[in-house]
Every structure is written in C-alpha cells, then in structure tokens.
C-alpha cells in the first residue's frame, strides 16, 4: 500500500508537468489572457509586487486542496496522493518559476548546471514575446533539447544549417 501511494503521488507530479503545459498554452495564453498579461509586461506592474497572474495560483491550488480534502473523509484515499503530486509539483513550481528564475524572492541564485541554464533559456524566449500569441515553450521541467546548446547552435543540425522561421 505504500509504495502504491507512492507511485501515485510520483505520477501525479510527472502528470502535472504536461497539466500545466497545455494550462499555460491554452488558457494563460487564451482566454485567460488577460490575468496573464502582466507576467509578461512589465509595464503593467509597475510599483507592484503581485501580478493579477498570480491569481492563477488560486485555481491551480484548488484540484489538490480538493483531492486532498476528498482522500482524508472520504473513502477515495488514493485522493489524498494525487492532491499531495499536484501539491508537490505546485511547489516545485513556485520554486523554480517565481524563486529562481524570476527571482521574487533572493534564494537559488547561485544555480548553475546545464539544466538549470536551459529552465532559464527556454522560459527567456517564452517571455521575449510580449503577446499571447507565437511563444515558445510553454513547460517547466521538461526543457526542449535546444535549449541545452548555445543559442548560436539552434539552428544547426547534425553538419547542416537549418534556417530558423521568424513568423
């Protein structure tokens, strides 16, 4: 029953990386637009510390705090280990998106690994665009292979030059 719980808990928090891959994709730069602006102009935050984007936190906590509730009073126990994945997984996110790469906070600055540089690529040319349309990378922990290399070897592949489209 143990290890059950947790597998359950391990393959919730793998899950909700694709999870907040497509939240991202499909509702923060959809109809939920408009809270997640801010994230992406500094302009609209000025002299604040909070963006409406974090808003975004409220609901994503929700689905865990309900699991959670569920798989402690009901007889759903397994609940409890797929609201403490996606409570993990918020976590890891917290720590990763707001502590180290946009630093709201002064810990984990002194990371530096060949991951850690390629979180912080990826999530930089998904904030160079400033709309809601034509980024990048919308994922956290799982880093496209590009992103490993220089950004001067992106377009190359195996020996041959490959043009890169600018839309």
């Known amino acids: 029953m143990v ?38 102009r500094p302009d609209f935050k000025e002299g604040r510390w909070f963006e409406k984007n974090d808003l ?10 309900t699991c959670i509730t569920l798989g402690t ?23 990763i998106h707001d502590v180290y790469i946009h630093q709201r906070f ?16 990826a999530h930089g040319v998904h904030h160079a665009v400033q709309t809601k349309e034509e980024c990048e990378s919308f994922g956290l922990l799982v880093v496209n292979p590009k992103f490993f ?7 190359k592949k195996k020996g041959k030059q490959v043009v890169m489209k600018k839309n």
């Open 73 to 95: 009073f009901t007889t759903h126990s397994w609940l409890f280990y797929v609201g403490l994945g996606i409570t993990i997984y918020g976590a890891i996110y917290f720590l």
């Open 149 to 155: 290399k220089r950004r001067s070897e992106w377009g």
């Open 106 to 121: 002064e810990w984990f600055r002194q990371l530096d690994s060949k991951y850690s540089r390629a979180i912080l690529r």
């Open 56 to 65: 975004f936190f409220l609901v994503f906590a929700t689905p865990g705090i």
């Open 3 to 40: 290890i059950q719980n947790i597998l359950i808990t391990l393959a919730t928090v793998g899950c909700m990386e694709f999870v907040a891959w497509f939240a991202h994709k499909y509702i923060m730069h959809g109809f939920g637009w408009k809270w997640h602006e801010d994230h992406h």
